[in-house]
Protein backbone atom coordinates (compact mmCIF):
# COMPACT_ATOMS: atom_id res chain seq x y z
CA UNK A 1 0.00 0.00 0.00
CA UNK A 2 1.46 3.22 -0.75
CA UNK A 3 2.26 5.66 1.83
CA UNK A 4 -0.60 8.59 2.03
CA UNK A 5 -0.71 12.16 1.74
CA UNK A 6 -1.24 13.96 5.08
CA UNK A 7 -3.10 17.27 5.82
CA UNK A 8 -2.11 19.46 8.55
CA UNK A 9 -4.80 19.63 11.68
CA UNK A 10 -5.77 22.88 13.32
CA UNK A 11 -3.93 23.05 16.84
CA UNK A 12 -6.01 22.90 19.62
CA UNK A 13 -7.83 26.34 21.34
CA UNK A 14 -6.88 25.73 24.91
CA UNK A 15 -3.95 24.70 27.00
CA UNK A 16 -3.17 21.33 27.87
CA UNK A 17 -4.27 20.47 31.22
CA UNK A 18 -4.73 16.16 31.48
CA UNK A 19 -1.59 14.02 31.16
CA UNK A 20 -1.70 10.90 30.10
CA UNK A 21 1.13 7.88 29.12
CA UNK A 22 2.49 8.22 25.52
CA UNK A 23 0.31 11.56 25.16
CA UNK A 24 0.71 12.13 21.26
CA UNK A 25 -0.18 15.48 19.72
CA UNK A 26 -1.30 14.86 16.22
CA UNK A 27 -0.18 17.86 13.20
CA UNK A 28 -1.43 16.01 10.11
CA UNK A 29 -3.92 12.98 9.00
CA UNK A 30 -3.54 10.53 6.07
CA UNK A 31 -5.41 11.20 3.43
CA UNK A 32 -6.38 7.59 1.85
CA UNK A 33 -8.31 7.28 -1.57
CA UNK A 34 -11.99 6.70 -1.53
CA UNK A 35 -14.40 4.64 -3.68
CA UNK A 36 -18.08 4.95 -4.16
CA UNK A 37 -19.37 2.00 -3.74
CA UNK A 38 -23.15 2.65 -4.04
CA UNK A 39 -25.86 5.80 -5.12
CA UNK A 40 -28.79 5.32 -3.26
CA UNK A 41 -31.46 7.78 -5.33
CA UNK A 42 -35.03 7.08 -4.28
CA UNK A 43 -38.54 8.93 -5.54
CA UNK A 44 -39.71 10.09 -2.05
CA UNK A 45 -36.80 11.86 -1.38
CA UNK A 46 -37.57 15.44 -0.97
CA UNK A 47 -35.73 18.28 -2.73
CA UNK A 48 -33.43 19.72 0.06
CA UNK A 49 -31.80 22.84 -0.22
CA UNK A 50 -28.05 23.69 1.32
CA UNK A 51 -28.55 26.47 4.22
CA UNK A 52 -25.83 28.94 2.61
CA UNK A 53 -25.15 28.91 -1.01
CA UNK A 54 -23.38 32.38 -0.86
CA UNK A 55 -19.72 30.66 -0.52
CA UNK A 56 -17.93 28.39 -2.28
CA UNK A 57 -18.32 25.45 0.67
CA UNK A 58 -20.56 22.76 0.38
CA UNK A 59 -22.34 23.89 -2.73
CA UNK A 60 -22.14 20.66 -4.45
CA UNK A 61 -22.73 18.42 -1.30
CA UNK A 62 -24.74 15.14 -1.27
CA UNK A 63 -25.38 13.08 1.86
CA UNK A 64 -22.68 10.85 2.73
CA UNK A 65 -22.88 7.08 4.41
CA UNK A 66 -18.88 6.69 4.97
CA UNK A 67 -17.53 3.31 5.88
CA UNK A 68 -14.51 3.80 7.46
CA UNK A 69 -12.72 5.36 10.56
CA UNK A 70 -13.93 8.67 11.79
CA UNK A 71 -9.77 10.13 11.09
CA UNK A 72 -10.51 8.66 7.64
CA UNK A 73 -13.46 10.51 6.83
CA UNK A 74 -12.41 13.56 8.70
CA UNK A 75 -9.47 13.81 5.81
CA UNK A 76 -11.84 13.10 2.94
CA UNK A 77 -14.07 16.12 4.31
CA UNK A 78 -11.48 18.00 4.68
CA UNK A 79 -9.86 17.28 1.01
CA UNK A 80 -13.18 17.72 -0.66
CA UNK A 81 -13.51 21.32 1.21
CA UNK A 82 -16.75 20.14 3.11
CA UNK A 83 -17.25 21.77 6.15
CA UNK A 84 -19.90 20.56 8.85
CA UNK A 85 -22.45 22.89 10.97
CA UNK A 86 -23.27 20.04 13.82
CA UNK A 87 -21.86 17.29 15.14
CA UNK A 88 -23.05 14.33 17.48
CA UNK A 89 -20.76 11.64 18.17
CA UNK A 90 -21.39 8.83 20.63
CA UNK A 91 -18.40 7.07 20.78
CA UNK A 92 -17.33 3.93 22.49
CA UNK A 93 -17.29 4.90 26.15
CA UNK A 94 -14.83 2.91 27.62
CA UNK A 95 -16.80 0.43 29.20
CA UNK A 96 -14.81 -2.68 29.07
CA UNK A 97 -17.34 -4.82 27.73
CA UNK A 98 -17.73 -6.18 23.50
CA UNK A 99 -20.75 -4.99 22.09
CA UNK A 100 -22.73 -7.87 20.00
CA UNK A 101 -25.50 -8.49 18.04
CA UNK A 102 -27.44 -12.21 17.96
CA UNK A 103 -27.16 -13.68 14.49
CA UNK A 104 -30.91 -14.63 13.86
CA UNK A 105 -31.67 -17.58 11.06
CA UNK A 106 -34.53 -16.07 9.31
CA UNK A 107 -36.42 -19.53 8.83
CA UNK A 108 -39.97 -17.89 9.21
CA UNK A 109 -41.33 -20.87 11.49
CA UNK A 110 -40.92 -22.87 8.44
CA UNK A 111 -37.84 -24.76 8.19
CA UNK A 112 -35.96 -28.15 9.31
CA UNK A 113 -34.40 -25.81 12.26
CA UNK A 114 -35.44 -26.23 15.63
CA UNK A 115 -32.97 -23.87 17.41
CA UNK A 116 -33.94 -21.56 20.92
CA UNK A 117 -34.85 -18.00 19.78
CA UNK A 118 -33.67 -18.69 16.26
CA UNK A 119 -30.49 -17.42 17.02
CA UNK A 120 -26.84 -19.31 16.01
CA UNK A 121 -24.65 -17.38 19.04
CA UNK A 122 -23.59 -13.97 18.33
CA UNK A 123 -21.35 -11.77 16.35
CA UNK A 124 -19.06 -8.60 18.15
CA UNK A 125 -20.40 -5.36 16.68
CA UNK A 126 -17.29 -3.51 18.13
CA UNK A 127 -14.76 -3.73 20.83
CA UNK A 128 -15.15 -1.42 24.11
CA UNK A 129 -12.21 -2.43 25.97
CA UNK A 130 -9.19 -0.28 26.45
CA UNK A 131 -6.31 0.99 28.63
CA UNK A 132 -7.23 5.01 29.42
CA UNK A 133 -4.14 6.17 28.15
CA UNK A 134 -4.79 4.59 24.76
CA UNK A 135 -8.35 5.88 24.84
CA UNK A 136 -7.66 9.04 25.25
CA UNK A 137 -4.99 9.36 22.91
CA UNK A 138 -7.33 7.51 20.19
CA UNK A 139 -10.29 10.43 20.89
CA UNK A 140 -7.73 12.94 21.07
CA UNK A 141 -6.59 12.89 17.77
CA UNK A 142 -10.60 12.39 16.73
CA UNK A 143 -11.67 15.47 18.19
CA UNK A 144 -9.03 17.32 16.70
CA UNK A 145 -9.77 15.82 13.37
CA UNK A 146 -13.57 16.72 13.63
CA UNK A 147 -12.37 20.64 14.85
CA UNK A 148 -11.30 20.89 11.55
CA UNK A 149 -14.07 20.25 8.96
CA UNK A 150 -16.32 22.32 11.80
CA UNK A 151 -17.91 25.45 10.24
CA UNK A 152 -17.26 28.49 12.17
CA UNK A 153 -20.33 28.86 13.90
CA UNK A 154 -20.90 25.02 13.90
CA UNK A 155 -21.37 23.25 17.67
CA UNK A 156 -20.40 19.79 18.91
CA UNK A 157 -22.28 17.53 21.16
CA UNK A 158 -20.02 14.28 23.05
CA UNK A 159 -22.31 11.73 24.05
CA UNK A 160 -20.33 9.62 26.90
CA UNK A 161 -21.27 8.04 30.49
CA UNK A 162 -19.34 7.79 33.41
CA UNK A 163 -16.27 5.40 32.61
CA UNK A 164 -14.35 8.06 31.07
CA UNK A 165 -16.50 11.22 30.62
CA UNK A 166 -14.46 13.45 33.17
CA UNK A 167 -11.44 12.91 31.27
CA UNK A 168 -12.93 13.81 28.03
CA UNK A 169 -14.23 16.76 29.26
CA UNK A 170 -11.31 18.28 30.14
CA UNK A 171 -9.82 17.31 26.27
CA UNK A 172 -12.68 19.09 24.95
CA UNK A 173 -11.92 22.28 27.30
CA UNK A 174 -8.13 21.96 25.46
CA UNK A 175 -9.73 21.40 21.56
CA UNK A 176 -12.30 24.07 21.70
CA UNK A 177 -11.30 26.50 24.56
CA UNK A 178 -12.92 26.45 27.82
CA UNK A 179 -14.62 29.66 26.94
CA UNK A 180 -16.66 28.01 24.42
CA UNK A 181 -18.07 25.15 26.74
CA UNK A 182 -22.02 25.70 26.58
CA UNK A 183 -23.34 23.14 28.27
CA UNK A 184 -23.18 19.63 30.60
CA UNK A 185 -26.28 17.66 29.16
CA UNK A 186 -27.85 15.03 31.35
CA UNK A 187 -29.76 12.11 29.26
CA UNK A 188 -31.85 10.10 32.09
CA UNK A 189 -33.14 7.56 30.68
CA UNK A 190 -35.91 4.80 32.10
CA UNK A 191 -35.11 1.55 31.91
CA UNK A 192 -35.58 -1.57 34.22
CA UNK A 193 -33.17 -1.01 37.41
CA UNK A 194 -32.51 -4.13 38.57
CA UNK A 195 -30.68 -5.33 42.30
CA UNK A 196 -27.90 -2.99 43.26
CA UNK A 197 -26.73 -3.63 46.79
CA UNK A 198 -23.72 -1.10 47.15
CA UNK A 199 -24.34 1.77 44.78
CA UNK A 200 -27.04 3.93 43.42
CA UNK A 201 -28.40 2.34 39.88
CA UNK A 202 -26.53 3.98 37.10
CA UNK A 203 -29.36 5.63 34.76
CA UNK A 204 -28.14 8.65 32.95
CA UNK A 205 -25.12 9.71 30.30
CA UNK A 206 -23.68 12.66 30.07
CA UNK A 207 -23.35 14.91 27.05
CA UNK A 208 -21.03 17.94 26.95
CA UNK A 209 -22.40 20.67 24.84
CA UNK A 210 -19.15 23.18 22.96
CA UNK A 211 -19.55 25.64 20.26
CA UNK A 212 -16.35 26.29 17.45
CA UNK A 213 -16.70 30.15 18.23
CA UNK A 214 -18.59 32.78 20.46
CA UNK A 215 -21.60 32.87 17.72
CA UNK A 216 -23.21 29.72 17.15
CA UNK A 217 -26.61 28.76 15.97
CA UNK A 218 -29.10 27.28 19.08
CA UNK A 219 -33.14 27.49 18.68
CA UNK A 220 -34.43 27.22 22.24
CA UNK A 221 -36.96 24.04 22.25
CA UNK A 222 -39.91 23.58 24.71
CA UNK A 223 -41.03 20.18 26.45
CA UNK A 224 -44.71 19.53 24.10
CA UNK A 225 -46.16 18.11 26.92
CA UNK A 226 -47.95 21.10 28.27
CA UNK A 227 -49.45 18.75 31.23
CA UNK A 228 -45.58 19.65 32.95
CA UNK A 229 -46.05 23.53 32.90
CA UNK A 230 -47.41 24.99 36.29
CA UNK A 231 -49.16 27.70 34.19
CA UNK A 232 -51.16 24.69 32.18
CA UNK A 233 -51.76 23.10 35.75
CA UNK A 234 -53.46 26.12 37.01
CA UNK A 235 -55.81 26.93 34.79
CA UNK A 236 -56.20 24.04 32.81
CA UNK A 237 -60.28 24.60 32.52
CA UNK A 238 -59.33 28.57 30.75
CA UNK A 239 -57.26 27.37 28.06
CA UNK A 240 -58.97 27.17 24.72
CA UNK A 241 -57.72 24.86 21.67
CA UNK A 242 -54.53 27.20 21.01
CA UNK A 243 -53.35 26.62 24.52
CA UNK A 244 -54.44 30.45 25.02
CA UNK A 245 -56.64 32.15 27.53
CA UNK A 246 -58.33 35.01 26.07
CA UNK A 247 -60.74 37.92 27.14
CA UNK A 248 -63.60 36.17 26.71
CA UNK A 249 -62.71 33.62 29.77
CA UNK A 250 -59.66 33.87 32.12
CA UNK A 251 -59.97 33.58 35.88
CA UNK A 252 -60.46 37.11 37.24
CA UNK A 253 -60.90 36.25 41.17
CA UNK A 254 -57.14 34.59 41.03
CA UNK A 255 -54.85 37.14 41.97
CA UNK A 256 -52.01 35.46 40.43
CA UNK A 257 -53.53 35.67 37.09
CA UNK A 258 -53.99 39.69 37.52
CA UNK A 259 -50.68 39.82 37.24
CA UNK A 260 -50.89 38.85 33.32
CA UNK A 261 -54.12 41.00 33.61
CA UNK A 262 -52.11 43.75 34.59
CA UNK A 263 -48.96 43.57 31.84
CA UNK A 264 -51.91 43.15 28.87
CA UNK A 265 -53.62 46.51 30.10
CA UNK A 266 -49.74 48.33 30.51
CA UNK A 267 -49.19 47.12 27.12
CA UNK A 268 -52.09 48.05 25.05
CA UNK A 269 -53.81 50.96 27.57
CA UNK A 270 -56.91 48.95 27.46
CA UNK A 271 -58.93 46.08 29.17
CA UNK A 272 -58.23 42.85 27.07
CA UNK A 273 -61.52 42.03 24.55
CA UNK A 274 -63.02 38.85 24.33
CA UNK A 275 -60.52 38.23 21.39
CA UNK A 276 -57.56 38.99 23.04
CA UNK A 277 -55.14 36.66 24.08
CA UNK A 278 -54.04 37.41 27.38
CA UNK A 279 -52.13 34.38 27.99
CA UNK A 280 -50.57 31.90 25.90
CA UNK A 281 -48.27 28.56 26.19
CA UNK A 282 -46.38 26.90 24.42
CA UNK A 283 -44.44 24.12 26.48
CA UNK A 284 -42.07 24.02 29.47
CA UNK A 285 -38.13 25.41 28.29
CA UNK A 286 -36.13 22.56 28.03
CA UNK A 287 -33.25 22.55 30.70
CA UNK A 288 -29.97 20.49 30.61
CA UNK A 289 -31.70 17.08 32.37
CA UNK A 290 -33.69 15.74 29.81
CA UNK A 291 -35.83 12.65 30.90
CA UNK A 292 -36.47 11.01 27.43
CA UNK A 293 -37.29 7.23 27.38
CA UNK A 294 -34.68 4.69 26.09
CA UNK A 295 -35.28 2.71 22.90
CA UNK A 296 -37.77 0.19 23.97
CA UNK A 297 -36.87 -3.50 22.81
CA UNK A 298 -40.49 -3.22 21.03
CA UNK A 299 -40.88 -0.11 19.35
CA UNK A 300 -40.99 0.54 16.26
CA UNK A 301 -37.59 2.40 15.63
CA UNK A 302 -35.96 -0.18 16.81
CA UNK A 303 -32.66 -2.22 15.00
CA UNK A 304 -30.70 -4.71 16.04
CA UNK A 305 -28.00 -2.43 16.95
CA UNK A 306 -26.57 -2.90 20.53
CA UNK A 307 -26.40 0.72 21.82
CA UNK A 308 -29.09 2.32 19.60
CA UNK A 309 -30.30 6.12 20.80
CA UNK A 310 -33.54 7.02 20.77
CA UNK A 311 -35.29 9.52 17.80
CA UNK A 312 -36.33 11.91 20.59
CA UNK A 313 -33.05 12.48 21.89
CA UNK A 314 -31.50 13.30 18.56
CA UNK A 315 -34.47 14.94 17.46
CA UNK A 316 -34.25 17.51 20.44
CA UNK A 317 -30.50 17.75 19.64
CA UNK A 318 -30.79 18.44 15.60
CA UNK A 319 -33.87 21.25 16.13
CA UNK A 320 -31.68 23.43 19.04
CA UNK A 321 -28.23 23.43 17.25
CA UNK A 322 -28.77 23.75 13.70
CA UNK A 323 -31.54 24.78 10.72
CA UNK A 324 -32.96 23.33 7.62
CA UNK A 325 -30.69 22.47 4.90
CA UNK A 326 -27.47 22.60 7.03
CA UNK A 327 -25.12 19.43 7.70
CA UNK A 328 -25.40 17.70 10.66
CA UNK A 329 -22.73 14.86 11.06
CA UNK A 330 -22.25 11.97 12.80
CA UNK A 331 -18.52 9.90 13.12
CA UNK A 332 -19.87 6.63 15.26
CA UNK A 333 -23.20 6.08 13.31
CA UNK A 334 -23.66 2.93 14.79
CA UNK A 335 -28.03 2.19 14.07
CA UNK A 336 -27.90 5.55 12.14
CA UNK A 337 -30.45 7.20 14.40
CA UNK A 338 -28.71 10.96 13.86
CA UNK A 339 -29.09 10.55 10.11
CA UNK A 340 -32.41 9.76 9.74
CA UNK A 341 -33.39 12.24 12.17
CA UNK A 342 -31.32 14.71 10.13
CA UNK A 343 -33.04 13.34 7.07
CA UNK A 344 -36.68 13.69 8.64
CA UNK A 345 -36.04 17.41 9.72
CA UNK A 346 -35.09 18.70 6.51
CA UNK A 347 -31.57 18.81 7.35
CA UNK A 348 -28.00 17.00 5.03
CA UNK A 349 -26.33 14.26 6.66
CA UNK A 350 -23.11 12.73 6.80
CA UNK A 351 -22.63 9.09 8.72
CA UNK A 352 -19.76 7.42 9.25
CA UNK A 353 -18.76 4.17 11.24
CA UNK A 354 -15.81 1.34 10.81
CA UNK A 355 -17.78 -1.59 10.97
CA UNK A 356 -19.35 -2.80 8.32
CA UNK A 357 -22.44 -3.67 10.07
CA UNK A 358 -22.90 -0.19 11.26
CA UNK A 359 -22.81 0.79 7.75
CA UNK A 360 -25.25 -1.51 6.68
CA UNK A 361 -27.80 -0.79 9.19
CA UNK A 362 -27.64 2.99 8.66
CA UNK A 363 -27.79 2.21 5.15
CA UNK A 364 -30.82 -0.08 4.96
CA UNK A 365 -32.44 2.61 7.50
CA UNK A 366 -31.96 5.51 5.43
CA UNK A 367 -33.15 3.66 2.05
CA UNK A 368 -36.46 2.76 3.67
CA UNK A 369 -36.75 6.16 4.87
CA UNK A 370 -36.11 7.24 0.85
CA UNK A 371 -33.16 9.33 2.00
CA UNK A 372 -30.90 9.80 -1.24
CA UNK A 373 -27.43 9.08 -0.36
CA UNK A 374 -23.99 8.29 -1.18
CA UNK A 375 -22.12 5.44 -0.40
CA UNK A 376 -18.40 6.09 0.13
CA UNK A 377 -15.46 3.33 1.83
CA UNK A 378 -12.35 4.14 2.25
CA UNK A 379 -9.53 2.01 1.02
CA UNK A 380 -7.22 2.49 3.77
CA UNK A 381 -6.04 -1.39 2.99
CA UNK A 382 -6.36 -2.45 6.83
CA UNK A 383 -9.54 -3.80 7.76
CA UNK A 384 -10.10 -7.61 7.45
CA UNK A 385 -13.00 -8.31 8.60
CA UNK A 386 -16.50 -6.29 9.33
CA UNK A 387 -14.96 -4.74 12.33
CA UNK A 388 -11.46 -3.91 14.40
CA UNK A 389 -13.03 -5.88 17.40
CA UNK A 390 -13.23 -8.98 15.18
CA UNK A 391 -10.48 -8.73 13.36
CA UNK A 392 -7.85 -8.55 15.89
CA UNK A 393 -10.13 -11.56 17.65
CA UNK A 394 -9.21 -13.41 14.32
CA UNK A 395 -5.58 -12.32 14.26
CA UNK A 396 -4.84 -13.85 17.48
CA UNK A 397 -7.03 -16.64 16.38
CA UNK A 398 -4.38 -17.74 13.42
CA UNK A 399 -1.32 -17.09 15.69
CA UNK A 400 0.01 -20.19 16.51
CA UNK A 401 0.99 -21.22 20.56
CA UNK A 402 -0.94 -17.76 21.02
CA UNK A 403 -1.97 -17.58 24.96
CA UNK A 404 -4.61 -14.97 26.59
CA UNK A 405 -3.04 -12.65 28.96
CA UNK A 406 -5.33 -14.45 32.04
CA UNK A 407 -3.06 -17.20 31.26
CA UNK A 408 0.07 -16.16 31.13
CA UNK A 409 -0.51 -13.91 34.08
CA UNK A 410 -0.12 -10.84 32.38
CA UNK A 411 -1.59 -7.60 33.31
CA UNK A 412 -4.10 -5.58 31.00
CA UNK A 413 -1.12 -3.91 28.64
CA UNK A 414 -0.44 -6.89 26.87
CA UNK A 415 -2.97 -8.79 24.46
CA UNK A 416 -1.39 -12.32 25.30
CA UNK A 417 1.84 -14.37 24.83
CA UNK A 418 2.89 -17.12 22.25
CA UNK A 419 4.31 -20.11 23.90
CA UNK A 420 8.19 -20.76 23.36
CA UNK A 421 10.33 -23.72 24.15
CA UNK A 422 10.63 -25.05 27.66
CA UNK A 423 8.11 -23.32 29.25
CA UNK A 424 8.87 -19.72 28.51
CA UNK A 425 6.72 -17.02 25.87
CA UNK A 426 7.06 -14.06 24.10
CA UNK A 427 4.50 -11.45 25.28
CA UNK A 428 2.46 -9.92 22.32
CA UNK A 429 1.27 -6.04 21.91
CA UNK A 430 -1.02 -5.36 19.14
CA UNK A 431 -0.62 -1.52 18.74
CA UNK A 432 -4.11 -1.57 16.78
CA UNK A 433 -5.54 -1.47 13.06
CA UNK A 434 -5.16 2.58 12.47
CA UNK A 435 -2.79 3.56 15.55
CA UNK A 436 0.44 4.33 14.48
CA UNK A 437 3.36 2.84 16.17
CA UNK A 438 5.40 6.09 16.88
CA UNK A 439 8.62 6.86 19.28
CA UNK A 440 6.36 8.84 22.03
CA UNK A 441 4.03 5.64 21.41
CA UNK A 442 7.10 3.21 21.60
CA UNK A 443 8.15 5.01 25.15
CA UNK A 444 5.06 3.76 26.89
CA UNK A 445 5.43 -0.03 25.24
CA UNK A 446 9.49 -0.18 26.54
CA UNK A 447 8.49 1.14 30.11
CA UNK A 448 5.64 -1.61 29.90
CA UNK A 449 8.63 -4.15 28.57
CA UNK A 450 10.74 -3.45 31.67
CA UNK A 451 8.61 -4.28 34.08
CA UNK A 452 8.90 -8.13 32.58
CA UNK A 453 12.31 -8.43 34.19
CA UNK A 454 10.29 -8.88 37.19
CA UNK A 455 8.07 -11.54 36.41
CA UNK A 456 8.26 -15.40 37.65
CA UNK A 457 7.66 -16.68 34.31
CA UNK A 458 10.36 -15.30 32.02
CA UNK A 459 9.69 -14.07 28.92
CA UNK A 460 12.62 -14.75 25.72
CA UNK A 461 11.55 -12.06 23.47
CA UNK A 462 8.41 -9.26 23.30
CA UNK A 463 6.37 -9.44 19.95
CA UNK A 464 5.06 -5.65 18.41
CA UNK A 465 2.41 -6.10 15.69
CA UNK A 466 1.35 -3.46 13.85
CA UNK A 467 -0.81 -2.45 10.77
CA UNK A 468 -0.31 0.98 10.02
CA UNK A 469 2.41 1.37 7.21
CA UNK A 470 3.71 4.99 8.52
CA UNK A 471 5.88 4.19 10.93
CA UNK A 472 7.98 6.56 12.90
CA UNK A 473 10.40 3.65 14.20
CA UNK A 474 11.92 0.69 12.63
CA UNK A 475 13.99 -2.24 14.12
CA UNK A 476 17.08 -0.64 13.93
CA UNK A 477 15.77 2.41 15.68
CA UNK A 478 14.40 0.06 18.23
CA UNK A 479 17.75 -2.38 18.83
CA UNK A 480 19.21 1.26 19.83
CA UNK A 481 16.80 2.73 22.25
CA UNK A 482 17.14 -0.84 23.57
CA UNK A 483 20.93 -0.62 24.35
CA UNK A 484 20.95 2.50 25.10
CA UNK A 485 18.81 2.52 28.31
CA UNK A 486 20.15 -1.45 29.10
CA UNK A 487 17.36 -2.10 31.28
CA UNK A 488 16.33 -5.31 29.78
CA UNK A 489 18.12 -8.28 28.18
CA UNK A 490 14.84 -9.17 26.40
CA UNK A 491 14.45 -8.95 22.77
CA UNK A 492 12.18 -7.28 20.65
CA UNK A 493 10.42 -7.74 17.56
CA UNK A 494 8.64 -5.58 15.25
CA UNK A 495 6.32 -7.32 13.36
CA UNK A 496 3.61 -6.16 10.24
CA UNK A 497 0.43 -7.31 10.04
CA UNK A 498 0.81 -8.16 6.74
CA UNK A 499 4.39 -9.87 7.45
CA UNK A 500 2.49 -12.46 10.33
CA UNK A 501 -0.26 -13.18 8.45
CA UNK A 502 1.26 -14.45 5.55
CA UNK A 503 -0.74 -16.71 2.76
CA UNK A 504 -2.92 -17.32 5.58
CA UNK A 505 -4.38 -13.88 5.00
CA UNK A 506 -6.05 -15.04 1.68
CA UNK A 507 -6.66 -18.35 3.41
CA UNK A 508 -9.15 -16.74 6.06
CA UNK A 509 -11.83 -15.37 3.10
CA UNK A 510 -13.19 -18.49 1.60
CA UNK A 511 -16.48 -16.33 0.46
CA UNK A 512 -20.23 -17.21 0.05
CA UNK A 513 -21.28 -19.09 -3.06
CA UNK A 514 -25.19 -19.20 -4.16
CA UNK A 515 -26.59 -21.19 -7.12
CA UNK A 516 -28.56 -18.63 -9.09
CA UNK A 517 -30.97 -19.71 -11.83
CA UNK A 518 -32.50 -17.37 -14.42
CA UNK A 519 -35.67 -18.55 -16.44
CA UNK A 520 -37.85 -16.70 -19.23
CA UNK A 521 -41.41 -15.91 -17.65
CA UNK A 522 -43.43 -14.74 -20.61
CA UNK A 523 -42.02 -11.18 -21.87
CA UNK A 524 -39.80 -11.18 -17.80
CA UNK A 525 -37.29 -13.68 -15.96
CA UNK A 526 -37.54 -15.28 -13.17
CA UNK A 527 -34.34 -15.15 -10.90
CA UNK A 528 -34.01 -17.97 -8.47
CA UNK A 529 -31.32 -18.91 -5.67
CA UNK A 530 -31.43 -22.66 -5.56
CA UNK A 531 -28.51 -22.65 -3.22
CA UNK A 532 -26.71 -20.78 -0.96
CA UNK A 533 -23.63 -21.67 1.62
CA UNK A 534 -21.37 -19.49 3.52
CA UNK A 535 -18.50 -21.36 5.28
CA UNK A 536 -18.16 -19.00 7.98
CA UNK A 537 -21.78 -19.66 9.23
CA UNK A 538 -20.82 -23.51 8.81
CA UNK A 539 -18.22 -23.07 11.31
CA UNK A 540 -20.40 -20.60 13.05
CA UNK A 541 -23.28 -23.62 13.88
CA UNK A 542 -20.75 -25.97 14.24
CA UNK A 543 -19.72 -24.09 17.28
CA UNK A 544 -23.39 -23.47 18.57
CA UNK A 545 -24.26 -27.25 17.94
CA UNK A 546 -20.81 -28.13 19.98
CA UNK A 547 -21.49 -25.59 22.55
CA UNK A 548 -24.98 -27.07 23.19
CA UNK A 549 -24.13 -30.61 23.41
CA UNK A 550 -21.44 -29.99 26.63
CA UNK A 551 -24.40 -28.41 28.26
CA UNK A 552 -26.44 -31.32 28.27
CA UNK A 553 -27.32 -35.06 27.46
CA UNK A 554 -26.71 -35.64 24.14
CA UNK A 555 -30.53 -37.18 23.00
CA UNK A 556 -31.50 -33.74 24.39
CA UNK A 557 -29.21 -31.73 22.36
CA UNK A 558 -29.72 -33.32 19.10
CA UNK A 559 -33.27 -31.86 18.93
CA UNK A 560 -32.08 -28.70 19.63
CA UNK A 561 -28.83 -28.79 17.03
CA UNK A 562 -29.10 -26.68 14.36
CA UNK A 563 -30.05 -28.17 10.91
CA UNK A 564 -29.36 -26.19 7.62
CA UNK A 565 -32.41 -26.54 5.07
CA UNK A 566 -31.11 -28.02 1.68
CA UNK A 567 -31.24 -24.28 0.04
CA UNK A 568 -29.63 -22.62 3.09
CA UNK A 569 -32.29 -19.81 2.57
CA UNK A 570 -32.27 -18.82 6.03
CA UNK A 571 -28.80 -17.62 6.12
CA UNK A 572 -29.69 -14.45 4.01
CA UNK A 573 -30.55 -11.38 5.40
CA UNK A 574 -31.09 -9.38 1.99
CA UNK A 575 -30.86 -9.60 -1.58
CA UNK A 576 -30.44 -6.46 -3.76
CA UNK A 577 -30.23 -5.76 -7.13
CA UNK A 578 -29.02 -3.75 -9.94
CA UNK A 579 -30.37 -3.48 -13.56
CA UNK A 580 -28.45 -0.53 -14.60
CA UNK A 581 -24.79 -2.29 -14.53
CA UNK A 582 -23.15 0.72 -14.28
CA UNK A 583 -19.55 1.38 -12.37
CA UNK A 584 -21.33 2.36 -9.19
CA UNK A 585 -24.18 0.18 -7.61
CA UNK A 586 -27.57 1.72 -7.73
CA UNK A 587 -30.14 -0.40 -6.03
CA UNK A 588 -33.32 -1.12 -7.14
CA UNK A 589 -36.10 -0.18 -4.15
CA UNK A 590 -38.85 -2.46 -5.95
CA UNK A 591 -36.48 -5.37 -6.03
CA UNK A 592 -35.12 -4.93 -2.52
CA UNK A 593 -35.57 -8.17 -0.39
CA UNK A 594 -35.26 -7.84 3.36
CA UNK A 595 -35.70 -10.44 5.92
CA UNK A 596 -36.90 -9.51 9.07
CA UNK A 597 -35.75 -11.85 12.22
CA UNK A 598 -39.23 -13.78 11.96
CA UNK A 599 -39.05 -13.91 8.27
CA UNK A 600 -37.80 -15.09 5.53
CA UNK A 601 -36.59 -13.64 2.28
CA UNK A 602 -38.39 -14.81 -0.42
CA UNK A 603 -35.53 -16.17 -3.07
CA UNK A 604 -37.50 -15.96 -5.95
CA UNK A 605 -37.43 -12.59 -8.08
CA UNK A 606 -39.32 -11.26 -11.27
CA UNK A 607 -37.61 -9.05 -13.00
CA UNK A 608 -37.70 -6.85 -17.06
CA UNK A 609 -34.33 -8.27 -17.86
CA UNK A 610 -31.36 -10.70 -17.43
CA UNK A 611 -29.17 -8.25 -17.60
CA UNK A 612 -28.63 -7.51 -13.55
CA UNK A 613 -26.22 -7.61 -10.71
CA UNK A 614 -27.26 -9.53 -7.34
CA UNK A 615 -26.26 -8.77 -4.05
CA UNK A 616 -26.26 -11.03 -1.25
CA UNK A 617 -25.87 -10.11 2.50
CA UNK A 618 -25.81 -13.65 4.79
CA UNK A 619 -26.96 -12.81 8.19
CA UNK A 620 -23.27 -11.99 9.98
CA UNK A 621 -23.18 -8.90 7.45
CA UNK A 622 -20.56 -10.32 4.61
CA UNK A 623 -21.65 -9.57 0.96
CA UNK A 624 -20.69 -11.33 -2.34
CA UNK A 625 -21.96 -9.81 -5.91
CA UNK A 626 -23.26 -11.98 -8.78
CA UNK A 627 -23.18 -10.79 -12.36
CA UNK A 628 -25.86 -12.01 -14.49
CA UNK A 629 -23.14 -13.54 -16.94
CA UNK A 630 -22.33 -16.05 -13.76
CA UNK A 631 -25.71 -17.85 -13.25
CA UNK A 632 -27.22 -20.80 -15.37
CA UNK A 633 -29.76 -19.75 -17.96
Known amino acids: MKIPKHYNITPAKGQALLNFQGRRFPDKIDVFETELIEKVRTTKTKEQTLFDKETDLNTDFRNLLIQGDCLSACAYLKQQNIKV ?42 GDI ?39 KIL ?28 YPRKHDTIFFYSNNEEYTFNMQRDSKLEDDANYKRWKKYFNKNNQVTGANYPKDDSKFSGYVKKFKDEYGRNPSSEDVILSISGKLIDSVWYIQS ?152 EEIYKLEDTTNKAN ?49 TPDNADIKVSKLGSKYKVEIKKFFSPYLKNKIDDYNAKKTKKGTLEQDLLK ?63 IVIDCKEVSK
Open 172 to 199: MDEIFGECNFINEIIWHYGTYVGQTSKN
Open 85 to 126: DLVYIDPPFASGANYAKKLYLRNGGKSEIDADDNTIGEEVMY
Open 295 to 446: VNPVAKERVEYATQKPKELLERIISASSDAGMIVADFFSGSGTTAKVANELNRKFIACDIGLNATQTTRDGLFSDGASFDVIKVKDGLRLFRNPAQTTAKIFSIIDGFKSRTDLNLNDFWDGGIAQAKGTYSPVKFSGIHDKLTKELLDVYL
Open 130 to 168: WQKEDYLNWLYERLLAIKDIMNETATIYLHLDWHIGHYA
Open 561 to 623: AVKISSNGLELIEAVQFDTTLKKVWKSNPDLEDKAGIKEKIKGTYTLDTDKFRMKIRNIAGDE
Open 461 to 509: EVIIIYAHKDLEIDQEYLNKQLNKTAKTELKVKLVSLDGLLGEKRDALF
